[in-house]
């Protein structure tokens, strides 16, 4: 295992945000050519989402990448976030042990996705769960044996998600994709030409036999007393109740940019959702700052591996002396990232939200803001200023993807911090750091 590091810890020649396979890529490839590498993510555990424990348990694929970076004498900060970015390439950070700041030469951001989960009448009911959330649960050991669960939304998170609710005893009611058979038709012809996501497909499609499949099938509403009972869907002019303990929900993933946006780097569309503008070597617009992963595009965790290799052998090249990066890796990536644009064009958001979305609609749920207070505003500030929409807990991270979704609004200017922190790791940003240690004999 590699050695766990505290918020102590005050430089590295890389640093690396996020466990995921992006940034485990990144750190390994880097640390392998002598860069000294801390590697930190918020989660208790390295893994990312792809890759998340199962009740404590790593993946394989993490424990063996963990092995060989703790030969590699990788620092890691797990628990540990980024609060903001600080002056002359610092972090200010948060982690068990306090807050601190944390100097680096090269930063690789691997921050990963989120789930997209669209407002909609009786999201907020408990019951309700993003898929990729539901999902999470289950592997951190939530009792999801014998439940009725409905999956639905848009995309593949909702394949491997009921596979994962499955395997984990749940009794699926069905697997709603809103695209109609013909948009599904051409994502199966997409996967046919590519033989190892096809595979896998093949592997998730055993583990579903038998699960009502409703091609077209969108959701209307989710309703009960209190909590979740039944979710009415709609195709056409039908409409169809089932009846259910659970709703599974996404729309896609939103690339988790934030901090890329706080540390000044361009930001452009990408698979369909903002991401971080990256070249072919995962450099970003602000120099030192590399992005690899979901965040600089939402193209799945192989390709996420690759970015990370990448980025990790320019650092190494960059602070090391290492080779060249090898041609067969970006000859891969642009495979995985043509596949990426396939799935973005099958699953894109669905035009029709607006009409979607009913007077008492919660779309903030944090402060309780409903669409008859957000439909005639000007823009996400004004919206903002109004009713608070996007001032609660998830500071705007679910309310302004409905929004942006709906009415096309750009986003608002990102500011710091970057989630919810204690006040005393704010004010940690505002002492002046230790002065550096002298190993120099006083004069005489």
Known sequence: MPEQDTVAVRQAGLVVVGAGPAGLAAAEAAARAGVDVLLLDAAPAPGGQVWRARQGVPEPAVARTLARLGDTGVRVLAGTRVVMPLPGRTLLIDGPDGAGRLNWQRL????????????????????????????????????????????????????????TLRRDGARLAGLAQEPGPLALAGFAAALAARPRQGAQALRLGATLAGVPWLAGWRIVAAEGAGRLERVVLARGGRTRTIACDALAASWGLVPQAELGEALGCALAPRFGAPAIVVDAAQRSSVPGVFAAGECAGVAGARAARLQGEIAG????????????????????????????????????????????????????????????????????????????????????????????????????????????????????????????????????
Request: aromatic share 4%; glycine share 10%; net charge positive.
């Open 108 to 163: 690789v951001l691997a921050t990963g996705a989120r789930e997209r989960l669209l407002a909609f009448p009786g999201w907020t009911l408990p019951g309700v769960f993003g898929a990729g959330g539901l999902q999470a649960l289950a592997k951190g050991g939530w009792p999801i044996a014998g439940r009725r669960v409905l999956v639905a939304g848009s995309g593949p998170l909702l394949l491997a998600a009921a596979a």
């Open 313 to 444: 052998r320019i650092v190494a090249a960059e602070l090391a002396g290492a080779g060249p990066v090898p041609a067969r890796l970006a000859r891969a990536l642009a495979r995985e990232q043509a596949f990426a644009a396939a799935v973005a064009r099958a699953f894109a958001p669905p035009a029709d939200w607006r009409a979607r979305l009913r007077d008492d609609t919660l779309v903030c749920r944090c402060e309780d803001v409903p669409w008859s207070a957000l439909r005639d505003q000007a823009d996400l500030r004004a919206a903002k200023l109004a009713t608070r929409c996007g001032m609660g807990h998830c500071q705007g991270r679910l309310c302004h993807d409905t929004l942006a979704t709906v009415m096309h609004w750009p986003r608002l200017p990102l500011r710091p911090p970057l989630a919810p922190t204690p006040l005393g790791s704010l004010l940690a940003a505002l002492d002046d750091p230790p002065p550096p240690v002298s190993t120099e004999e006083p004069a005489p």
